[in-house]
Structure formats: structure tokens, C-alpha cells
């Protein structure tokens, strides 16, 4: 499979505008991660970070789901991989962690967060709060953080895929 990334349109409105390039940033990721194998989707960058593309995948399908479900609509679907236990969880895996379930969750979550959002105007506040400050969000402000956070973590995507087989690109 090839993965397509789209780039967003220069004159569209605001809301296409935001959510094509977090598509666009969606696809970066699944363009970086594309072609390997499970054993390269668990190698780390560098030693002593954890970072992984498989991580990279896991996290980013725990924060689709905090965001446009814990905070957006005020759900509580439980946390993915991650526990009170061992917080960075979506960073670690066994051998029977695979890409293809990581991806299958991730999507799924990717899915689930455009239905979310189709019903939501960007101006209207978030039903849930932060855990953290107890802060409610509105649907441009979380659109927006999900861009940046995925735009940060496609930066470290590229330099893991550089580190195992020397592919660089945007």
C-alpha cells in the first residue's frame, strides 16, 4: 500500500483548512512508518529514548482518543495502552505487539474522531475538561493542538525512519 498524503488546500475556510492538514498530518505519519517491518517499528531512535515509530502510532492513537472523546464530548472510553502503573505504556510493547493491531486501533480512532467532530461547530466548548488544569477546550483550539502535536512527533518519525534505512522526506 502506498499511502497518499494530500496536501491541504491554500484558499479553503477555516474548518477545511483545519482539518486537512491534520490529515495531512495523519498521513505523514502513516507515510513514515510505511514499508517496515514490526521489528523496525520497535526499534528506538537512540539509546536511552524509547521513542518508536510503533510508539509514535500507539501514543497518537491515545491522544485521538483524549481529545476528541474524553475532552470534546466528555467520554470516558479508558485510556489506551497506558496505566496508572506505567504511564508511557504506549511506548512499551511485547513481541506479540504488532503494527497491524497499533494501525487498526489508530485508524479506528482517526475515524471515530471525524465523526465526533462533523456535529461540532469550531467556536462551541468542549464537554470534558483537561485531567490537568480542568480546562475546557473549543473545537479550533483542539483541532489546532492536534496538528501541533502530530507535526512534533512526525519530526521525530523522520529521523527514526532515517536512523533504520535512510529515508528522509517531509
Known sequence: ??????????????RTMLEGWLDYHRQTLA????GLTDAQLKTASVEPSELTLLGLVRHMA???????HEILLGEDLGVLYATDEDPDGDFHFSETDTWEEAHTTWRAEIENARRNMAGVGLDEISKGRSRRTGEQFNLRWIITHMIEEY??????????RERLDGATGD
Open 62 to 68: 491515545l491522544v485521538e482518543r483524549y481529545w476528541f
Open 1 to 14: 500500500m502506498t499511502i497518499e498524503r494530500n496536501e491541504p488546500s491554500a484558499t479553503a475556510d477555516e
Open 31 to 34: 507515510w513514515k512508518c510505511e
Open 151 to 160: 507535526a512534533r512527533h512526525n519530526g521525530h518519525a523522520d529521523l527514526i
